[in-house]
């Protein structure tokens, strides 16, 4: 069995040497302190103090790296640098007398350069709560005798140089308790006694009347302008409903000119038929015409005037015949009266010779004067009896005139007449008037014009058949 005593020594040594070892790393890290970022650490004790420390304070300041502390020679203490906030509620009076209260805030910490750690370490170490009543009252004291010197209108215009002034009065009092300040905002003022508000009431008055009045002005415009939208929405309405209409009255033209396509042609087509049967009708209507003037009315005229010239030749005979009576009468009376006279006469010669002379003279006188009297009368008479025979005789030739005829024949032709001005028509299976009643009296007017051409030629005919009477022959004196 091998022997081991001689490595007994070394383990001993190597063991000891570790104990010595692990016991001075663990005094080490009991020993050394290191500053966290926020906090600065404040050894005391036996140091040696930093160059920036100042009448005379022995202490050692460490922020941001690690001191070896001995235990029992050595004491290390901590100085938070983080922020702090105090806030600030100061009755003060300006320079017009008017109380004003004003609420603030105050930021601040221990200043990151060793004077003022070491100012700060001197005051406020192990007492870093009285910091905020330290640094009330600094900015109380200031505020009051910044604010004293100002006016309310200046304190509300100016709240940045209000702010500005107080921190540059309290710069030297925070320095020397090491402190500084990040920020003091004024965040209120009150005003106990009203003044405020009273200066504010006719900047009010004033806002809130060129408020309404802009209210009033934008209200106006809107309605104009709503006005103005509403008018173009109803006129682009309008004007949308009547291209609307107008659109479905062309559709509704063009839908009814489609329908009316067919019949339309076809009225056209049958409309053009009627105005060649009318021409044809006419045409006939002309034929018949001349027909009847050649075999009706001039064979009537021509009868009519043979009968018109032998009852003129009657009349002419009847006269002569009369005047021949009355010639005769008259010489029979002349004769008459003549012979009656001789036999006066001589019966006067004969009384004459008698007694009574110129008795019988009177009465042959008488007697004669009474003959030619009954002699005149008998002519007048007969000249009477023949101006009788003759108006009758011109009466029984105007009643046998020509125009008696031919209105006879008319009369009797009449519907033959009306029947050919009518043919035309026979062969129209359906007639379209596209005129309405306006149309319809045309055509009838049309046909009854066809007859209504011999109505002048009637007329002419009872004109001259009724012309002036012949004048009967004079009388031939007694």
């Known amino acids: 069995m091998p022997d081991y005593s001689a490595f007994f020594p070394l383990i001993a040594t190597i063991i000891g040497a570790a104990v010595i070892i692990g016991v001075i790393r663990l005094a080490i890290k009991l ?23 100042r009448d005379g304070m022995d202490f050692k300041i460490v922020t941001g790296k690690g001191a070896l502390v001995i235990p029992g020679l050595q004491t290390v203490r901590t100085l938070a640098l983080t922020l702090n906030e105090t806030e600030l509620k100061v009755s003060c009076v300006t320079s017009q007398g008017i109380q004003v209260i004003v609420d603030g805030v105050v930021i601040y910490k221990i200043g ?3 004077p003022f750690i070491a100012n700060a370490a001197r005051r406020f170490l192990g007492q870093q709560p009285k910091m905020e009543s330290q640094v009330y009252n600094v900015f109380e004291g200031h505020l009051r005798s910044i604010i004293g010197s100002m006016t309310v209108e200046e ?63 934008r209200n106006r415009e809107a309605a104009e302008k709503e006005a103005e939208a509403a008018a173009l929405i109803a006129d682009a309405q309008s004007l949308s409903a009547i291209r609307q209409s107008v659109a479905q009255a062309n559709a509704e033209r063009a839908k009814a000119n489609a329908a009316q396509a067919g019949p339309l042609a076809d ?32 064979p009537a005229d021509a009868k009519a005037y043979a009968q018109r010239t032998e009852a003129e030749g009657q009349k002419s005979a009847d006269i002569s015949a009369a005047e021949a009576r009355a ?19 001589a019966n006067a010669t004969a009384a004459a010779a008698a007694a009574g002379a110129t008795r019988v003279t009177g009465e042959a006188e008488a007697a004669a004067t009474k003959a030619r009297g009954d002699a005149a009368a008998s002519a007048v008479q007969a000249k009477a009896l023949a101006e009788a025979e003759g108006i009758k005789a011109r009466a029984e030739a105007l009643g046998t005139n020509q125009d008696a005829v031919i209105s006879q024949q008319l009369a009797e032709n009449m519907p033959a007449i009306i029947a050919a001005a009518a043919e035309p028509f026979a062969h129209v299976g359906q007639f379209t008037v596209l005129n309405g009643g306006e149309g319809v009296n045309r055509v009838i007017g049309g046909i009854l014009s066809q007859v209504g051409d011999y ?16 004048r009967p022959p004079k009388a031939p004196d007694a």
């Open 455 to 470: 109505l002048p030629a009637l007329a002419s005919a009872l004109k001259n058949g009724r012309g002036t009477p012949n």
């Open 267 to 298: 009225a056209t087509a049958r409309q053009q038929v009627v105005v060649q049967e009318t021409e044809v009708a006419k045409l006939e209507a002309d034929r018949e015409e001349q027909k009847l003037q050649t075999t009706i009315r001039k």
């Open 31 to 53: 020993m050394w302190k290191v500053a966290e970022p926020n906090e600065a650490l404040i050894i005391s004790g036996l140091t040696r103090g930093s160059q920036d420390t």
């Open 112 to 114: 990151d350069a060793a």
């Open 155 to 217: 304190i509300i215009r100016e709240r940045d140089k209000l702010a500005s002034q107080v921190r540059s009065a309290s710069g030297v009092e925070m320095e020397k308790l090491g402190l500084v300040v990040d920020s003091l905002q004024i965040k209120d003022l009150q005003d106990p006694t009203g003044y405020i508000q009273n200066i504010a009431k006719p900047h009010i008055a004033q806002v809130k009347m060129e408020a309404r009045i802009a209210e009033a002005t």
């Open 327 to 345: 010639r005769r009468t008259e010489l029979e009376a002349q004769a008459n009266a003549k012979r009656t006279e001789i036999e006066a006469q």
